[in-house]
């Protein structure tokens, strides 16, 4: 079946560690997203990647990192410089650039906690 | 910039009850896309329906509906005869209807079903 696999599903931190989330699609898509969700925020943007080899920086950006070295899959890195890591993250994936957006399909999270 | 609003933060409805669920949108581009998404307590979020902006038609689907009014920038989500298991958040999102601006959440909207 195609879909989105993100791993692990709960992540513990301790205080300034890196930690790297995983994300991957076998659907194909050309671009892939992350979403940072905490209680009444709704979703946030943190990086996206169109095409491969390239990324762009969301909205909440700072403390995190990415790599995109394959059109499957999009790691986020949670570094020791995010000071308030804990929260719900999502990982989608959608059509690239030049495509009509229809939309994205999502993983279904990480729930990451600072111990 | 493009925003999206869902001022309902938190609503709970007996059980058969109707709702709706409202959303209220800004954007400067001429043509985008509008969707719904559900969050059940297992995280994923769940594709609920895709509108462009040439369609104002509402769509019903089961006990779902949807009306887009383009005057008033509204894309309100009716849930007709509510059940336990539409206990869920519900997020409206916006983009333009080329892929290459990630979709814009509001901050979602919770709602809870008692039987």
């Known amino acids: 079946d195609g879909g989105i696999t993100q791993s692990p599903k709960y992540l513990f931190r301790k205080e300034g560690q890196n930690v790297t989330l995983s994300c991957e699609q076998n659907?194909?898509?050309?671009?892939m997203y992350w979403y940072r969700q905490d209680p009444g925020q709704g979703l946030r943007l943190i990086y996206y990647?169109?095409?491969?080899?390239?990324?762009q920086k969301g909205d909440i950006a700072e403390g995190y990192s990415v790599s995109r070295e394959k059109k499957e899959s999009f790691p986020l890195t949670v570094t020791s410089a995010q000071k308030n890591p804990t929260a719900f993250y999502l990982c989608?994936?959608?059509?690239?650039?030049?495509?009509?957006?229809?939309?994205?399909?999502f993983g279904s999270g990480t729930r990451l906690t600072v111990v | 910039a493009q925003k999206v609003t869902q001022a309902q933060t938190e609503i709970s409805v007996v059980e058969k009850e109707d709702v709706t669920l409202d959303c209220v949108y800004e954007?400067?581009?001429?043509?985008?896309?509008l969707f719904w998404y559900k969050q059940p307590p297992s995280g994923e979020l769940v594709f609920l329906i895709r509108?462009?902006?040439?369609?104002?038609q509402n769509e019903i689907s089961g006990r779902y509906s949807w009306n887009f009014q383009k005057s008033t920038s509204s894309f309100n989500f009716t849930i007709t005869a509510s059940q336990v298991v539409d206990s869920a958040v519900y997020f409206c999102?916006?983009?333009?209807?080329?892929?290459?601006?990630?979709?814009?959440f509001g901050k979602g909207t919770r709602l809870s079903v008692i039987a």
């Open positions: 989608a994936s959608g059509p690239g650039q030049g495509e009509l957006n229809y939309g994205y399909t």
């Open positions: 659907l194909n898509h050309d671009a």
């Open positions: 990647s169109q095409i491969v080899n390239d990324f």
């Open positions: 954007t400067r581009d001429t043509t985008y896309y």
């Open positions: 509108r462009n902006s040439f369609d104002e």
């Open positions: 999102a916006l983009t333009p209807l080329s892929g290459n601006t990630p979709l814009v």
